[in-house]
């Protein structure tokens, strides 16, 4: 299913990342941010339900002087404490900024989302590519798509699904700009059980894809190790 998966995200299309069954248990749609439409957006908020964000790759980040949300608040003398996350003990947030593009109205409409995630996607390029961002001079903070930071060595680091949909750009030579967004349960107000994301892909054509099938392709050994081994499965 993984190359199935690879070539999906090459063509620009959807598809479905199941975390760690140990870890945060939720599916989320997958897509590259480069290829985002007002279509997409409407079909991540209305099957999926969960918050659209946009991760990017750590070098990216850096370059175009992303911060992580956790010293943004910490520099404004917030008092922000480090809890630990239940799923995720050993790491923080990936959350950076959230942002609006200049150029959109509300920010909010899925014409205006899909015109901020694609010129993020610009923004990643251009900074991997060595060239001047100026991000603050495009987008407005506060805004309404979430960026996330990808942490150095991705899954050596930490296994979130940001990291699991970075390692799959790598892996599909796209740029390292991913959208994601959790699959939600109408009827029990959870996160939709693997089995019905399973079937909602079969349903729609779209792959899904298990975080232990990432690490098993991916050359890090090192790699959630604690969640990949047979039994976390």
């Not at 993984?2 to 870890?23: C, E, H, K, W």
């Not at 947030?93 to 010129?119: E, K, Q």
């Not at 603050?136 to 699991?164: I, K, M, N, W, Y």
């Amino acid at each position: 299913m993984i190359d199935q998966a690879l070539s999906a995200l090459r063509d620009g299309r959807f598809i479905l990342l199941y975390d760690f069954d140990n870890r945060e248990r939720e599916t989320d749609f997958a897509i590259r941010a480069d290829a985002v439409t007002p279509a997409h957006i409407r079909q991540m908020r209305k099957d999926g339900g969960g918050l659209i964000c946009c991760a990017v790759a750590h070098e990216a980040a850096e370059r175009i002087g992303l911060p992580f949300a956790h010293d943004v608040l910490e520099a404004a003398h917030i008092g922000v404490q480090d809890h630990v996350i239940p799923y995720d003990r050993k790491n923080r947030s990936s959350f950076s900024l959230w942002v609006n593009h200049a150029s959109t109205f509300t920010g909010i409409t899925d014409n205006d989302r899909a015109t901020t995630i694609n010129a993020i996607a610009g923004q990643v390029q251009r900074a991997l590519a060595g060239e001047e961002t100026r991000f603050f001079d495009e987008f407005r903070v506060p805004g309404h798509v979430a960026l996330l930071r990808g942490a150095e060595g991705l899954l050596s680091r930490r296994c979130g699904q940001t990291e699991l949909s970075l390692v799959l750009a790598a892996m599909a030579g796209i740029t390292p700009a991913i959208v994601v967004c959790e699959m939600l349960d109408d009827a029990t107000g959870l996160a939709l059980k693997k089995a019905d994301a399973e079937a909602y892909g079969e349903a729609h054509g779209i792959p899904f894809l298990e975080g232990r099938e990432v690490t098993a392709r991916w050359h890090d050994p090192s790699a959630c190790t604690e969640l990949a081994s047979p039994a976390a499965r």
